[in-house]
């Protein structure tokens, strides 16, 4: 494959469309909606999701923690496919672009819209890197709660809409922690490795045991979530009741994250992944139809 695919890791982009698709669903029904829009902030999250997979190659290997012991895929500049200033080139240029694409979601959405574009490249640098990098603290899964969460799905709606709503708030959520789930797969995998090199990913803190045990939450909540926003008014029927139908692979994947570990859970890594597409499609297939 070629090296530049590798480095944009493909299988974890659903993490970025799949809340922005949700949150711009959740507004269609306005008068306002604008597809421009909507394509223009999913083309902003896909260049972010890019940039932070770029940075997260670069610093791990100028950190130290990539090594040959990586029990992961395949990462480029550890195993020498590409130079790591190439890469660390690439990654400036997506947070650029990023920027440059972002820049009409800024004029559009006004100065909150500003302030969360500017979360949002310094998270994506400071996810691995920077003085404090959060992956090493413990706080990968909060980040990507936060930003494939909350900030994806209330931030394009409010980009649509002018304000948010209960609603974009309990769907932020819910996909946040299915998003975070995808980091603790990483992350319980790479335990040996991570602890080895000093990377104190919450995984490394808590032991597998216990992470087997929040990822079952992880992927749980969010359906008692939408559960909980259907009788309180708050959701549609039609979307919890698709949305709900990813509930069978939720425990699919919980049961083989329960017997696997090491880089057997490489597999896992995409299948949860897709776990936040298929959830997003179907709740946003929902949402749809009901506003039909």
């Avoid at 799949?18 to 902003?44: D, E, H, K, R, T």
């Avoid at 990813?246 to 597999?267: D, H, M, V, W, Y």
């Amino acid at each position: 494959m070629n090296p530049w695919i590798l480095a944009t890791r493909p299988r974890t982009l659903p993490a970025a469309i799949g809340p922005l698709l949700v949150g711009n669903i959740l507004a269609i029904n306005l008068a306002q909606f604008s597809w421009f829009i909507a394509a223009i902030s999913m083309l902003c999250g896909v260049l972010l999701q890019v940039a932070v997979n770029l940075a997260n190659d670069y610093f791990d290997f100028k950190s130290g923690i990539d090594t040959h012991e990586r029990l992961g895929p395949v990462r480029v500049t550890q195993s020498g496919l590409l130079a790591p200033e190439k890469v660390r080139n690439a990654m400036l240029v997506c947070l650029a672009l990023a920027l440059v694409v972002g820049s009409i979601l800024i004029y559009h959405g006004g100065w909150p819209i500003a302030l969360l574009a500017l979360l949002s490249i310094l998270g994506a640098l400071g996810y691995s890197g920077g003085p404090y990098p959060l992956a090493s603290h413990a706080l990968g899964e909060v980040a990507a709660f936060i930003f494939f969460g909350l900030v994806a799905v209330v931030g394009s709606f409010y980009l649509q809409a002018g304000t948010t709503n209960t609603a974009a708030w309990l769907l932020g959520s819910a996909i946040g922690l299915f998003n975070a789930a995808i980091m603790l797969v990483n992350n319980t995998r790479d335990i040996p490795t991570d602890a080895k090199a000093g990377k104190l990913t919450l995984a490394v803190k808590i032991g597998e045991g216990q992470a087997r045990v929040l990822y079952q939450a992880l992927v749980y909540l969010p359906f008692a979530l939408i559960i909980g926003g259907f009788f309180l008014g708050l959701l549609p029927g039609l979307p919890v009741l698709l949305g709900g139908l990813s509930l069978i692979l939720a425990r699919k994947l919980n049961s083989e994250f329960s017997q696997t570990s090491g880089e057997a859970l490489n597999p896992l890594l995409g299948k949860t992944a897709k776990l936040t597409i298929i959830f997003s499609a179907l709740f946003s297939l929902g949402l749809a139809f009901n506003w039909v």
